[in-house]
């Protein structure tokens, strides 16, 4: 029986361990917190404001990524979900590069070699309902060539721009 309520509890601590979400994390939390709860980043990198911002990819088949920014005082400053129609529109080809890409979207989860260059992928949901991909298509100069919005749809009506 103690074994029973031993593995009973384990399971409920792995459950809930699972369920973390930078999402849960006001500003003011510390970073120690979000690490201890969420774990280790996928991504850190550096605004040059000199936050540090915490990428926490939930793919490559998730539809989320969540940067927590965490200001020079060691305290999450925001927490975002960054694959958004809105962020794929921020992307301007010709003038942005790889990195900038990187920085408004995160690490693709999917990257595609082509003789007319590169193409990253994400998944998304649109509008966050609908299921989709956001892909940019780079030059060979490593400029944006092309952003584009698949959406999973049955009825024909497949891609915006």
């Known amino acids: 029986m103690r074994l029973w ?3 009973t509890a384990l399971s409920a601590i792995a459950a809930l361990a699972g369920c973390a979400s930078p999402t849960s994390f006001a500003p003011g939390s510390s970073i120690v917190d979000v690490r201890a ?8 990198r550096f605004d040059r404001n000199g936050d540090e911002l915490w990428e926490y ?4 088949e998730g ?24 962020q794929l ?3 301007v080809p010709g003038t942005m ?8 979207l995160g690490r693709p989860s999917d990257q595609t070699f082509t003789g007319a260059g590169t193409v990253w992928s994400w998944r998304f949901k649109r509008y966050g309902v609908q299921p989709g991909h956001l892909l940019v298509t780079f030059n060979p100069d ?18 915006d721009k």
């Open 5 to 7: 309520t031993t593995l």
């Open 37 to 44: 709860r969420v774990g280790t980043p996928t991504d850190i």
């Open 57 to 60: 990819a939930r793919g490559p």
């Open 63 to 86: 539809f989320e990524t969540y940067v927590v920014r965490v200001g020079a005082d060691g305290k999450v400053k925001e927490v975002t979900q960054i694959l958004t129609d809105d």
């Open 89 to 91: 529109m921020k992307i």
């Open 97 to 104: 590069t790889k990195a900038d890409v990187k920085n408004l």
């Open 142 to 159: 490593n400029t944006v060539k092309e952003r584009i919005a698949i959406i999973d749809v049955s009825d024909g009506r497949s891609m």
